[in-house]
Nanobody, 124 residues
Framework: QIHVEESGGGLVQAGGSLRLSCVAS????????LGWFRQVPGKEREFVAAITYASHQKFYADSVKGRFTISRDNANNIMYLQMNNLTAEDTAVYYC?????????????????WGQGTQVTVSA
């Protein structure tokens, strides 16, 4: 069983920045692709960003390209999402996802492991 936990959400003014963190348990963390998703009430969960196991590839939704940066620290089982120039449209609960397949290197496919989410609220 893989335990996933996000942190770093909060309230920020438009134009501001936040950095989200995701910690996942497991000795094979360094072999997993990881992703960030977000969801607002009444809408489906949507893809935000993903990173392959060795950070060779990073994928972003068009809506966040140039503003968000995904990264990971395999030595400490942590993934980050640096969010800059935030807008009200970025307000959502952000979820970390673990693909769970070792050494997967293609376009991101969500795995069954999700965190509880962290709320990001951007005030206009």
């Amino acid at each position: 069983q893989i335990h996933v936990e996000e942190s770093g959400g909060g309230l920020v003014q438009a134009g501001g920045s936040l950095r989200l963190s995701c910690v996942a348990s497991g000795r094979t963390f360094s072999t997993w692709a990881l992703g960030w998703f977000r969801q607002v009430p009444g809408k489906e969960r949507e893809f935000v960003a993903a990173i392959t196991y060795a950070s060779h590839q990073k994928f972003y939704a068009d809506s966040v390209k140039g503003r968000f940066t995904i990264s990971r620290d395999n030595a400490n089982n942590i993934m980050y999402l640096q969010m800059n120039n935030l807008t009200a449209e970025d307000t959502a609960v952000y979820y970390c996802n673990v693909n769970g397949a070792a050494y997967y290197n293609g376009p991101y496919r969500p795995g069954e492991y999700w965190g509880q989410g962290t709320q990001v609220t951007v005030s206009a």
